[in-house]
C-alpha cells in the first residue's frame, strides 16, 4: 500500500436501525487505524452526513479513533460529505488533496475511485473489511452506481 498525506474515510451510521454496530462502519474504523499505525496515511478526513441534530457520522468516526489512540489533531471532520461524489470533491477543493487514500468497503471503494478519476484526481482505495453477502447493500450500490454516473455526466456536461 502506498502512502499517501490524507486518507478519507467515507461515512456510515455508527449503528444499525435496530440497534447495535453497523459492521460497516466498524470495519472502516479499524482500517483507517490500520492505515495510520503504519504510517500509510499521516491524516485522516472523516467525511459524512450531519443533516440531523442527533445524527452526526463524521463526530462519531473521529470519536472512535480517538478511542483508538489516534490523536484528535490527525483527524479533520468534513461535515457536508452528505454523498460520495461530495465527500470525494470536498477532499479536493476544501482540503485541496488531489492524490489521497479513500477507505471503506471494496464496493464503495469502487464507486469512490470512479468519482475520482473522472474528475482528474489521483486516488487509490484501501479496502475496509466487508460481510459475506448483503442483498440490501448490493441493491443499494446497484441504484448508487447509476447516480454515480448521473452525478459525473452532469457535472461534466
Not at 500509510?40 to 473521529?62: A, F, L, T
Request: glycine share 8%.
Amino acid at each position: 500500500m502506498p502512502y499517501n498525506t490524507f486518507g478519507v474515510v467515507l461515512g456510515t451510521s455508527k449503528y444499525l436501525h435496530g440497534g447495535g454496530i453497523n459492521a460497516y462502519f466498524k470495519y472502516r474504523i479499524d482500517a483507517a487505524y490500520f492505515l495510520f499505525r503504519h504510517k500509510k496515511v499521516r491524516y485522516i478526513i472523516v467525511s459524512g452526513d450531519n443533516r440531523e441534530k442527533n445524527y452526526n457520522e463524521p463526530k462519531m468516526m473521529k470519536k472512535e479513533l480517538i478511542k483508538k489512540g489516534i490523536p484528535s489533531h490527525f483527524i479533520y471532520e468534513d461535515f457536508y460529505g452528505i454523498s460520495t461524489l461530495h465527500s470525494i470533491l470536498r477532499v479536493h477543493k476544501v482540503f485541496h488533496q488531489k492524490k489521497f487514500t479513500i477507505i471503506s468497503q471494496k464496493f464503495h471503494n469502487e464507486r469512490a475511485i470512479f468519482i475520482g478519476n473522472c474528475f482528474g484526481l489521483d486516488v487509490i482505495g484501501f479496502n475496509a473489511k466487508s460481510l459475506t453477502f448483503d442483498r440490501k447493500i448490493q441493491l443499494r450500490e446497484f441504484f448508487a452506481r447509476i447516480k454515480a454516473l448521473w452525478d459525473v455526466f452532469c457535472f461534466f456536461y
